[in-house]
């Protein structure tokens, strides 16, 4: 019953807030005029209020509304009711910790796993994974788990940068620091390039985009996926 987009980013250099993915959003929040918005994750620090309401502007030419999460009394019931989601960007600690405090992991994951179309970028796509361990933020908060949705059977490294042979850069590189992770944990991770995404169809998961992924599967050499192609052996 999934119906889900799970994005590197919100935005790709040379266009708005969105916009590469529109054509997707129009499928995939089809049968819904209603979008619920999760802002926790506040990129920048920004308030709840400003991300909704940045985050309306672009629904609102596909005439959708969208309500924030955080107006509403009730938010387990707003999920449970909800007809589509929208988890956004930003640091993805004060995401799940907002998630966790609000007694929200169940609820959300239950919804999407019943079929409601559910939008995830950056942090938001950092949580579709079976952890946050592969997320790039720096830890602001503390959140009581580490564990996420699990709505895909491995881990997400969004923004994901390849190194780069001619800089002076001493420190690590993302393919290191999945590397490490790697030493402790046996889970596959994806590492989504900047306008890439993952279109998942019930229990298919494609890889969609301009780019090819980096795919790190422990005790395995890091290899590329074609866009295109199915991950549903990555498991």
């Known amino acids: 019953m999934k119906n889900i987009i799970i994005a590197s980013t919100s935005t790709v250099h040379?266009?708005?807030f969105l916009e590469y993915l529109l054509d997707e959003l129009k499928i995939l929040f089809h049968h819904t005029d209603q979008i619920l918005f999760v802002p926790?994750?506040?990129?920048g620090g920004a308030s709840h209020e400003l991300?909704?309401?940045k985050v309306r502007t672009v629904f609102e030419k596909m005439e959708k509304s969208?309500?924030?999460l955080h107006e509403f009394n009730n938010p387990i019931e707003?999920?449970?009711?909800?007809?589509?989601?929208?988890?956004?960007?930003?640091?993805?600690?004060?995401?799940?910790?907002q998630l966790y405090k609000n007694k929200l992991v169940q609820?959300?994951?239950?919804?999407?796993?019943?079929?409601?179309?559910?939008?995830?970028?950056?942090?938001?796509?950092?949580?579709?994974?079976?952890?946050?361990?592969?997320?790039?933020?720096m830890p602001i908060v503390y959140p009581p788990s580490f564990k996420t949705l699990g709505l895909i059977p491995f881990n997400i490294n969004p923004h994901y940068l390849d190194p780069d042979p001619n800089s002076k850069h001493m420190?690590?590189?993302?393919?290191?620091?999945?590397?490490?992770?790697?030493?402790?944990?046996?889970?596959?991770?994806?590492?989504?390039?900047?306008?890439?995404?993952?279109?998942?169809?019930?229990?298919?998961?494609i890889l969609k985009g301009s780019?090819?992924?980096?795919?790190?599967?422990?005790?395995?050499?890091?290899y590329e996926l074609n866009t295109n192609s199915s991950l549903n052996y990555l498991k």
């Open 211 to 222: 780019l090819s992924s980096r795919i790190f599967e422990y005790n395995k050499t890091p």
């Open 107 to 137: 609820p959300l994951k239950d919804a999407v796993t019943s079929g409601t179309p559910y939008l995830g970028t950056s942090a938001g796509s950092n949580i579709c994974g079976l952890t946050m361990n592969t997320t790039n933020d």
């Open 51 to 53: 991300y909704t309401d």
């Open 66 to 68: 969208v309500k924030g």
């Open 78 to 97: 707003a999920m449970k009711n909800s007809k589509g989601i929208f988890v956004g960007g930003g640091n993805t600690f004060v995401l799940v910790n």
């Open 40 to 43: 926790y994750a506040r990129p």
């Open 14 to 16: 040379g266009s708005g």
């Open 171 to 205: 420190g690590e590189t993302r393919e290191t620091r999945i590397q490490e992770f790697h030493k402790f944990n046996t889970q596959p991770v994806i590492g989504l390039r900047e306008g890439s995404y993952l279109k998942v169809k019930n229990n298919d998961i």
